[in-house]
């Protein structure tokens, strides 16, 4: 692939995260347009503009979030692990 190291992964995964969701929704709000050229002109732009504001904070917010949902989550408990032999 591209030979990024395995350490900046979160930052790969932050863009990829970002671009997708920001092109989604910039999407379905240039739904209103009036044309074919006129909407995938306003989705584009719409596009850019929402993944510049957004990938700042995906990267930011990436991690608090991450530690968040591993507080409110536990361990599943392996069923075979308390049994005897």
């Known amino acids: 692939m591209l030979g990024i190291p395995r350490r900046y992964s979160h930052f790969v995964f932050g863009i990829i995260q970002s671009g997708l969701t920001s092109l989604v929704a910039s ?9 074919p050229m006129l909407f995938i002109r306003h989705w584009m732009v719409s596009w850019l503009i929402a993944w510049a504001a957004m990938l700042p904070v995906v990267l930011l917010a990436a991690p608090a979030i991450r530690a968040f949902s591993l507080r409110l989550t536990q361990e599943e408990r392996d069923p075979r692990a308390g049994r005897q032999a």
């Open 27 to 35: 999407g379905i709000a240039s739904l209103p347009a009036d044309s």
